[in-house]
Nanobody, 125 residues
């Protein structure tokens, strides 16, 4: 199973980014997907999650409003749209996957089986 994250980069405060995570080696439609991030010196934190059907989503309270998670089955890809970027959003962003029967959006890192390598997002002020 491979999760290939991309879309990060160096941007200015106020810009937008869309991160992508392409999944291979597992049936994408069976997978709940999530995004997490880790800033230097900080623990990995939950950002957003989406259920296998895409019907259910969940966001960390501090992420509501500027972050949008979505998925595209045909491309086996999950996206994270980040608007109005702030310097505090600087972090490595990781996508994660879990094959699951229930149609749940999973918020805990411990719930996920597979992880991508991360993509760096750096926001300058």
């Amino acid at each position: 199973v491979q999760l290939q994250a991309s879309g990060g980069g160096l941007v200015q405060a106020g810009d937008s980014l869309r991160l992508s995570c392409e999944v291979s080696g597992i049936t994408f439609g069976y997978c709940a997907m999530g995004w997490f991030r880790q800033a230097p010196g900080n623990e990995r934190e939950f950002v957003a999650a989406i259920s296998r059907s895409g019907v259910y989503t969940g966001y960390a309270d501090s992420m509501k409003g500027r972050f949008t998670i979505s998925r595209e089955s045909a491309k086996k890809t999950v996206y994270l749209q980040i608007d109005s970027l702030e310097p505090e959003d600087t972090a490595v962003y990781y996508c994660a996957a879990r094959a699951i029967l229930k149609d749940n959006a999973l918020r805990s890192a411990n719930d996920y089986e597979y992880w991508g390598q991360g993509t760096q997002v750096t926001v300058s002020s």
